[in-house]
């Protein structure tokens, strides 16, 4: 095992903001609201992204935009993802952001593979028009002023319209303070293994700002490797979190590093540890909804990530995956040996849905050419009509 004191990077800096670890929490649409925020931020160390909000939904301020990109008082870094494909209303939304002292950080959604956002144009299948990539960057990063705007986004749409270095140079050319490389194309989803040379690639190709990966980081072990191997000056966090807040905290530790050069010790909760962040989680939520009952159907998407690994019943997972209260949910934990141990590899490795290979779903006539023509820009506001993608 590679040591943290041998891979660790220095502090990462992303315009005027620094962090001494390396870590980003990526925007996961229904995932990352404050309330899962919040939880990460108390085992450990980084930067943590909000759920992809459109641009044109806060413009218009929708209430649950509005809403969503609110910050509990303890997140001092506010971060902020907006999703747009049209120039004027992203940096329309960047303004507003700023303007109302919403946000420290601002970052631009280049990679949702989902069919409802690139079938519209947007996420993943924008670079593919690099002019109108370019004008959206610029424009945010003139209206964002000091406030750092960075971009995340993938390979391409598939193995044959690559989009990552030339939208990566642009938007260096831009300005933004940061580049976060999804090593898997739209095409690929969440499959396969992500293709971490593409890191290495773009690490070598960008020169003036940091560049994070992102792709298969279940561990910390996984997070010091990625940087070993590409070079990347920070990683992003996805799916390998999902049930496991407490992975923030082994990657603390791990690239905080120690002085002897052994590796961190990982943090192994029990099954009582796993069930108080749970509990602790849908606490949270309910914070975040005003409302109990909301909460806990949110909540229920959760347990088979937590779980998993763990010697718990399907009968009382079942009940867990259909609590409406969180009396109901304290008398069910209640049943858990919580002195269970840590399950070992069970509760490890990937989490989320995976997919499968799919081609891409697009705009009529999208690939024919890289320039935008005039049929496609005004049909693509209709791709800003939801609060958040995803």
Not at 14 to 40: E, Q
Not at 204 to 231: F, K, Y
Not at 287 to 301: G, L, M, N, V, Y
Not at 306 to 328: E, H, T
Request: charged content about 25%.
């Amino acid at each position: 095992m590679t040591s943290a004191t041998q891979t660790s990077p220095a502090p990462l800096k992303i315009g005027p903001l620094t962090l001494d670890v390396p870590v980003v929490l990526a925007p996961m649409a229904g995932i990352t609201n404050t309330a899962f925020r919040r939880l990460c931020r108390e085992f450990g160390a980084g930067l943590y992204v909000s759920e992809m909000i459109t641009s044109r939904a806060l413009v218009e301020r929708t209430t649950e935009s509005m809403r969503l990109i609110n910050h509990h008082e303890s997140e001092k870094t506010r971060s902020i993802q907006l999703y747009g494909v049209d120039p004027k209303t992203v940096a329309d939304a960047v303004t507003l952001l700023v303007a109302e002292d919403r946000a420290d950080h601002i970052d631009l959604n280049f990679g949702c593979p989902v069919p409802k956002v690139t079938r519209k144009g947007g996420g993943a299948a924008l670079p593919w028009k690099l002019g109108l990539f370019r004008q959206i960057v610029e424009g945010a990063v003139q209206a964002a002023g000091d406030v750092p705007v960075t971009v995340k986004m993938r390979k391409g749409i598939d193995s044959d319209h690559l989009t990552y270095l030339e939208a990566g140079k642009a938007a260096e050319g831009a300005g933004v303070a940061a580049i976060a490389l999804h090593a898997r194309t739209a095409a690929e989803y969440y499959s396969g293994q992500a293709d971490w040379s593409a890191i290495t690639t773009l690490k070598n190709t960008i020169t003036s700002v940091p560049v994070l990966g992102n792709g298969d980081i279940w561990s910390a072990e996984d997070a010091l490797r990625m940087v070993a191997e590409t070079g990347c000056d920070g990683v992003v966090v996805g799916r390998g979190c999902l049930g496991r807040p407490w992975l923030f905290g082994d990657l603390a530790a791990a690239f905080r590093g120690d002085a002897s050069g052994a590796p961190a010790a990982k943090i192994q909760p029990n099954l009582g540890q796993v069930a108080d962040a749970f509990r602790r989680h849908a606490v949270l939520l309910t914070e975040f909804f005003e409302s109990e009952e909301r909460a806990c159907r949110d909540i229920r998407k959760h347990v088979a990530w937590y779980f998993k690994g763990y010697p718990v019943g399907g009968d009382l997972r079942a009940n867990l995956a259909s609590v409406g209260s969180l009396a109901q949910l304290d008398d069910l934990l209640g049943t858990l040996d919580g002195d269970l141990e840590y399950p070992g590899e069970g509760a490890e490795g990937p989490r989320g849905r995976a997919g499968s290979p799919k081609k891409t779903s697009l705009p009529e006539h999208w690939l024919d050419s890289q320039e935008l023509v005039s049929t496609e820009r005004a049909n693509l506001t209709e791709g800003e009509g939801d609060t958040s993608g995803g």
